[in-house]
């Protein structure tokens, strides 16, 4: 099983609503992640949780707030967001070596298409 | 710092035509490189991966991909392009936690 399973796919909030995406994959990978992509752009690294512990976070607002529950679960939380943050919201996971870096392969979603109005 | 360049934007072949999709990184280690289809409103699907060994790797729908080290590439080639190969083509390249991707590459397939 390589799946990587979001939801909601679709998802349409005001600028003051609170709502999460979440992210599930059950491959036994100890790294998931938050990618971002704009229409007709590659997709952009949010945040990495290496054994369940925020590892990278790329600079990204606080209005993106993710947790990891556990080793096969992934949230998004979302609060008072923009416009422009409208966009697919894709999460990944990969198997972890013993040193804790990443080179294996990155298995996305289908991701979560997000509006915000 | 790693990175990706995939020249071409915008691709367009004809059905049944050879395609060549180039890549060029910059790793300062042995890279892992990767590709990804992209259909329109879908999420990223892989291709084929390359990590070590054998420098011609095989994936799926057809396509195959030829690692050059000294040439810092890892082009994605098929040799007959179907109608539904048309979509977005990301190369990466994976180390250190993170994944970098290229740009992409369009790809439009003419009746």
């Known amino acids: 099983d390589t799946e990587v399973t979001q939801t909601p796919k679709h998802l349409v909030m005001g600028m003051t609503n609170k709502k999460s995406l979440k992210c599930e994959q059950h491959?036994?990978?100890?790294?998931m992640y938050w990618y971002k992509q704009k229409a007709k752009k590659p997709p952009e690294l949010m945040f990495v949780?290496?054994?369940?512990?925020?590892?990278i976070n790329e600079s990204v607002p606080s209005r993106f707030s993710p947790e990891c529950p556990n080793s096969s679960l992934l949230n998004l939380h979302l609060h008072a967001l923009q416009p422009e943050d409208s966009a697919l919201y894709l999460c990944?996971?990969?198997?972890?070596?013993?040193?804790?870096?990443?080179?294996?392969?990155?298995?996305f979603g289908e991701g979560s298409w997000l509006t915000v109005v | 710092a790693q990175s990706v360049t995939q020249p071409d934007i915008h691709i367009t072949v004809s059905e049944g035509a050879s395609l060549e999709l180039r890549c060029n990184y910059s790793?300062?280690?042995?890279?892992?490189l990767f590709w990804y289809v992209q259909s329109p409103g879908q999420g990223l699907q892989l291709l084929l991966k390359?990590?070590?060994?054998?420098?011609l790797v095989q994936g799926i729908k057809g396509f195959e991909a030829e690692f050059k080290r000294s040439q810092s590439s890892f082009n994605l080639r098929k040799p007959s392009v179907h109608w539904s190969d048309a979509a977005e083509y990301f190369c990466?390249?994976?180390?250190?936690?993170?994944?970098?991707f290229g740009d992409g590459t369009t790809l439009t397939v003419k009746p």
């Open positions: 990944a996971s990969s198997q972890l070596d013993l040193t804790g870096i990443s080179g294996n392969t990155i298995y």
């Open positions: 491959m036994g990978h100890r790294a």
């Open positions: 949780y290496s054994y369940e512990k925020l590892s």
């Open positions: 790793y300062g280690a042995t890279p892992y």
């Open positions: 390359y990590f070590s060994g054998d420098t």
């Open positions: 990466a390249v994976s180390g250190a936690g993170k994944s970098t």
